[in-house]
């Protein structure tokens, strides 16, 4: 299981997308985000390029253990259907 560690931030996304890319190639499908603390938009943005890659892959990535301040930031974008987070906002007009 792959953990980003405790930030996910601009100042280390490259590092983080890297580390997810190469364990996304070796054959890992669940990432545990149980001890990251701190995020900003870059931690969405890198979900979203692991998401991709892994899709390319035709495999399922399990993000587990989303810090409240993570899901927040999934919500606020309305990404969560890309990410596979539940926590999709109720707030917006669906078609």
Do not use: C
């Not at 603390?37 to 969405?44: F, G, K, N, P, Y």
């Amino acid at each position: 299981m792959f953990q980003p560690g405790t930030s996910l931030t601009f100042d280390n996304a490259k590092t983080a997308l890297n580390a997810g890319l190469q364990a996304i190639a070796a054959g890992q499908t669940e990432f545990d985000f149980a001890k990251v603390e701190t995020v900003d938009s870059a931690a969405v943005a890198t979900m979203l390029a692991w998401r991709r890659t892994a899709s390319a892959r035709a495999v399922f990535l399990s993000f587990n253990n989303l810090p409240g301040n993570l899901r927040s930031l999934i919500s606020l974008y309305d990404v969560a259907e890309l990410i596979g987070s539940s926590s999709a906002r109720t707030d917006l007009p669906h078609h």
